[in-house]
């Protein structure tokens, strides 16, 4: 994840600033959040760590004479093999050790992010982003032309959630660019020059699918939203 990445008093002027420069030539409504990161993905360590205690006997059933050698060499027994009951009672003291191990150590928010799919962080930021557009966008403009832009910096991703008068007029794919140009930004660490350029380019769509007349006023703020 690299160094925190902190939002400044400038940093939120430039993204207000770019918003109302957007909005001047659409009625379309944007709003920006950014987020540290769109879920705690506690439930991504869990299963990791029962997937690495399930390997232990799966394991231990497809090399059953190196696993029990394996084991009467860390005892340092004089044997050439172990008593059944020995030989379970050491396999599950096996898998707890693993789950724990693998428990604990994935609790380090850095490491767990690190083994978390990259298609879980698409879903998870997605339906965060959903989520806030229900709270901070959805109907509540008169022409129903609220716009989310969402950011979630953990994860390297960003959404557009457009209310309905937009979304039957642009498709998903149509912000693709914008959303290429902030992510690169982001990465490099310019926030707030990666929210304005994907601001700009999505306010030249807006533009051309839902051009302003006149008749619509400023319903939603303009600053961002930091979460």
Request: aromatic share 6%; with cysteine.
């Amino acid at each position: 994840m690299g160094k925190r990445m902190t939002m400044s008093e400038a940093d939120h002027r430039l993204i207000t600033d770019a918003v109302a420069r957007a909005e001047t030539d659409t009625d379309a409504e944007i709003v920006t959040i950014v987020a540290r990161r769109s879920d705690a993905y506690h439930d991504v360590g869990l299963h990791w760590a029962i997937l690495c205690a399930f390997l232990v006997p799966a394991v231990a059933a497809a090399f059953p004479h190196w696993y029990e050698q394996t084991l009467i060499r860390l005892l340092g027994e004089w044997t050439h093999e172990l008593p059944l009951r020995m030989l379970l009672l050491l396999l599950l003291g096996h898998m707890i050790l693993k789950f724990l191990a693998v428990r604990y150590l994935l609790a380090i928010p850095t490491l767990r992010m690190l083994f978390t799919p990259r298609s879980t962080k698409a879903r998870r930021v997605r339906r965060r982003a959903l989520l806030l557009f229900r709270t901070a966008a959805e109907a509540r403009t008169a022409h129903l032309t609220g716009v989310l832009l969402y950011l979630s910096l953990d994860e390297h991703r960003a959404e557009i959630v457009a209310d309905e008068a937009i979304a039957t007029r642009v498709s998903p794919e149509v912000w693709g660019e914008a959303m290429a140009a902030m992510i690169d930004e982001v990465r490099a660490g310019r926030i707030a020059q990666g929210m304005a350029l994907a601001i700009e380019k999505a306010g030249t769509i807006l533009a051309e699918h839902c051009p302003r007349t006149g008749t619509n006023p400023n319903e939603l703020p303009d600053r961002l939203i930091e979460l």
